[in-house]
Structure formats: C-alpha cells, structure tokens
C-alpha cells in the first residue's frame, strides 16, 4: 500500500492487528460520548483502508434502524474518496469530525466489530502486489466510492454486498492482499449489478402495469 499505510514496523515483527487495536482503543474510553474525530485519531496512522472497513462493516447485516444504513454509509465514502484522490493525511469533514457517539454503545459493539476482523485477517497476507501500488490505489478508490453509494440507498438489502465488499477492500489494503481487493471489487460490483437489474426490472413493470390501466 502507498503512504497511506501502517507499515512503519520491523521486518519479520508482526504488526498490531486492526481488530487488537480496535480493542484496546475502546477498553480505554473513559468519557460519556466519543467523537468520530478521536476514534479516527484512537486507532492511530492505519490509513484508508482500515477506516473503510470499520465504518463499512455495520451495513454488512440488515440494519436494525430505520434508514440507518445511510448515515453509517457516509464515512466510508468519504474515506473512498480521500483514497481515489491519493490524499496524504485523512481529512474528515467537520460535520462527520464532530459527530458523537456513546462510549457505552461503542465499548459493546467494539468486540463484536473486532472479532468480525479477526476473523478476516486470519485469511489475509501479502500478495498480488501490483493491486497496492500507489496509482492502482486510484483505481481501488473509484470502485470503493461506488459501493460506498450504493450501500447509503435506502433499499432494504440493497447494502450487504457492496458493504462486504468495501470490508474486503479496507482489510485487503492494510495487509497487501491484493487477491482481497480483487474479490471484495468483484462481490461489491456484482451485488451492484443485481440491485441495479432489480430497480430497472421493478421501474419496467411499473411502466407496463401504468400504461395498461
């Protein structure tokens, strides 16, 4: 991964795991409510990609809010953007900056949050490297802004797979793997594809059932 990456570790000295330190950040809150700017600066300089798989990951399952799966969409586009720019240093809007959120909600979805990641960095490692440089990044961030879109529509549904696809692509940039990109790219765009077939078959239907009153 270019610069935007946590790679200032020793050779042959395993790095802190996202989901590790995605543990540790939360057993330390001591406050009542947690802005989205300290949770950013908490989880320390781990680059885009470890952002847009952990505000991605809540809309990979069905949203228990009403319409919830668009506010919690937001970041990762935000964070897609940055990407496809080629951004050095994260920029967070100051409206998504100050946004609070509850320590205690926060300190009760964390372990859930991290034992998902762990889960899916015990099948990651270094590969397929020319899916990391720093121009293919671009192209990376221009999918991940798509499915970032997607997954803010508020269609029941309509977000999981292109959710799981950005999860796929944030853990894939944090650990090199360019075979994760690759198939997080693919689930992403297909669960688009589908959604998009549906909308046009559902929109068709319409029209004919319209014209035939």
Known sequence: MNQHADIGHEPGVRPTRTSELLRAFAHSLDS??????EIVSGLGDR?????IAIF????????TVP?????????PLVFAVQLMLGVEHLILPGFLARRRVGTHWLKAIAPKVASVLSWFERLLKPRMSWVT?????????????????????PIPFAH???????VLIGLGLIERDGLAILIGSAI???????LGLVLFGLAHGLSFIIHTL
């Open 67 to 75: 319409f919830g799966n668009v506010a919690t969409g937001i970041p």
């Open 188 to 194: 992403g765009l297909l669960g688009s594809i589908v």
């Open 133 to 153: 440089t720093v121009y293919t990044e671009r192209f990376i961030g221009a999918i991940a802004i798509i499915l970032a879109l997607v997954s803010t529509l």
């Open 160 to 166: 999981n797979l292109p959710a799981l696809g950005l």
């Open 32 to 37: 009542d409510r947690v802005t989205l700017e």
């Open 47 to 51: 680059g885009l990609g470890v952002l």
């Open 56 to 63: 991605a990951l809540p809309n990979i399952l069905p949203s």
